[in-house]
C-alpha cells in the first residue's frame, strides 16, 4: 500500500527532488496566481458577460460568515488540491504515458497523435472544469476556463500538480479572503 501510494504520488509529480526543485514550484506557483488575479481582474471588462452573487452557494455562505483568517484557509486548502487532481491529474497521467510511449518508439510517439490526444484531453479538461462553475453566470464560466488553460499549461509545462494546487490555492484563499 505504501509502496503504491508512493508510486502514485511520484507519477502525479506530487514530491520534488529537491529543495531547488520545491522552491522552483513555489514561484511558478505564485507566478500562476499573480496570473490568475491579473485575468480575474481584466476579464470583468469583456462585454456580455454576466455575474451572479456567489451568496447563492451555502457554503459561499457558511464561509463568509467567518474571519479572514479562516476565509484565506478556506481558499487555502479546500478546492483547489481536489479541482486539480480531478481535473489536471488525468491531464497529466496522459501527457507522462504519452513521454513514456515516445521514449519506446511506440506509435504514439507521433507527434500529431501525442498533440492530437493532449489537445483533446486539456479541452476536455477546461470543458469540465468551466461546466462545474455554472453558479456565478457567464463571467465566472469564461474565468473558470481560463483558469483551466492557465493551470493546465503549468501543470504540463513542470510536470507535475504541485505548482498548479498552490497558485490555485493562493488565487482562491486570497478572492475567498478579501474578494
Known amino acids: 500500500m505504501r509502496a ?7 507519477g502525479l509529480g506530487l514530491w520534488p527532488a529537491s529543495r531547488r526543485q520545491a522552491l522552483w514550484w513555489a514561484v511558478v506557483g505564485l507566478a500562476a496566481a499573480v496570473a490568475l488575479w491579473a485575468m480575474a481582474e481584466l476579464l470583468p471588462y469583456l462585454p ?5 452573487p456567489a451568496a447563492e452557494d451555502p457554503r459561499d455562505i457558511a464561509v463568509a460568515q467567518t474571519s479572514t483568517l479562516i476565509r484565506f484557509g478556506y481558499g487555502l486548502i479546500a478546492p483547489a488540491p481536489l479541482e486539480e487532481l480531478a481535473f489536471r491529474g ?4 496522459l501527457w507522462l504515458a504519452l513521454l513514456a510511449a515516445q521514449r519506446r518508439g511506440s506509435w504514439m510517439a507521433r507527434w500529431w497523435v501525442r498533440w492530437g490526444l493532449m489537445g483533446s484531453a486539456a479541452t476536455a479538461s477546461a470543458t469540465y472544469f468551466a461546466a462545474g462553475h455554472t453558479l456565478g453566470g457567464s463571467a465566472n464560466v469564461a474565468h473558470a476556463a481560463a483558469c483551466a488553460v492557465i493551470t493546465t499549461a503549468v501543470t ?16 482562491d484563499a486570497c478572492s475567498f479572503a478579501w474578494g
Open 156 to 171: 504540463l509545462w513542470q510536470r507535475s500538480l504541485v505548482p498548479a494546487v498552490v497558485g490555485h490555492g493562493l488565487y
Open 48 to 52: 456580455s458577460l454576466t455575474s451572479v
Open 4 to 10: 503504491a501510494a508512493g508510486r502514485f504520488a511520484d
Open 90 to 93: 488525468p491531464l497529466l497521467a
